[in-house]
């Protein structure tokens, strides 16, 4: 005769430990794939928008702009400076990161 | 704040390293709940355990942190085997099937007992002890994970128990 003690103690006794092998790893692996995949998806339709916005931009004021500013940037000392230091700055990021 | 709060977050903002974290965590439970639920099918409780996590990343947004990550995880494994059962159309919740099969490599003579009769409950009343017994939750909280009735969880553990009693007698 089964009495409830005995049942009790049956069915609180956890479950049979399952061994993982590489069953997570596949799941990550999937994962990743898909955050790709969205990132790919979010980048095309970006692209597919600026492209269908070109016509339109204001591009020949910006055109008009970039002439008149480009002279200004390229002899101006503290600008290349600042710009040296952080193509140096990137260089030396990417040599640690190595 | 657990540990588990701090990974579903890490989870949510695109750490793929931290979810996996969280599977590592959660695989066994999970497969090990839809391994019952399927009578010890290992390949489909693996097919499903796999399809939810995937929708658990998919849905993490979701995740309230009201109850524990393992039992919403249960949650979202329980409506997929739903889902293939409808599919396969097989085994209905109520008509229990007397042709078991089990996989009793590693089980004692009692576990294997006991799993050849869990085999023969209907899938809800199956559910229902394993949440309440083998995983300790409570009656409320499994009616949650199960989408059921409170009344429902109980009259299943109820039922489920006098089957179990009389399956394990003979």
Redesign the interface.
């Known amino acids: ?2 009495d409830d003690g005995h ?2 103690a ?9 061994a ?1 092998n590489g ?6 692996a ?3 794939k ?2 790709e995949r969205r990132a790919w998806f979010t980048m095309l339709i970006a692209m597919i928008a600026l492209c269908a916005l070109v016509p339109f931009l204001p591009l020949e004021e910006f055109t008009h702009a970039m002439v008149r500013v480009t002279p200004v940037i390229a002899n101006s000392g503290a600008i290349s400076l600042a710009l040296a230091v952080l193509i140096l700055t990137f260089m030396l990021d990417q040599r640690l990161r190595e | 704040m657990s540990t588990d709060t701090i990974l579903v977050q890490r989870a949510r903002s ?1 750490d ?2 931290a ?2 974290t969280l ?2 965590q959660q ?3 999970v ?3 839809l ?2 639920l399927t009578r010890a099918d290992g390949a489909l409780a ?1 097919d499903l ?2 399809e939810t ?2 929708e658990a ?1 998919r849905k993490i947004d979701q995740f309230r942190g009201e109850g524990s990550f393992g039992a919403w995880l249960c949650g979202i494994a329980w409506s997929r085997f739903l889902m293939e059962r409808r599919k396969r159309k097989e085994e209905p919740l109520e008509a229990p099937d007397e042709t078991a099969s089990i996989d009793t490599t ?2 004692s003579l ?2 294997l007992d ?1 799993e050849k009769a869990m085999a023969q409950l209907a899938p809800a009343e199956r559910a229902a ?2 949440l309440c ?2 995983f ?1 939750h409570s009656h409320g909280e499994a009616a949650e994970i199960l989408d059921l009735p409170l009344g429902t969880v109980k009259s299943h553990v109820l039922r489920g ?1 006098e089957k ?2 009389a399956l ?2 003979t």
């Open positions: 005769m089964m049942l009790d049956l069915l609180t006794a956890p479950l049979d430990d399952v993982d069953f997570s790893s596949r799941i990550t999937r994962v990743i898909s955050q | 695109g793929a390293a979810f996996g599977v590592r695989q066994s439970k497969r090990g709940f391994r019952r693996d355990a796999q996590f995937l990343h590693s089980a009692a576990r006991l002890l394993t017994y083998a300790g128990r179990l009693k394990l007698e």
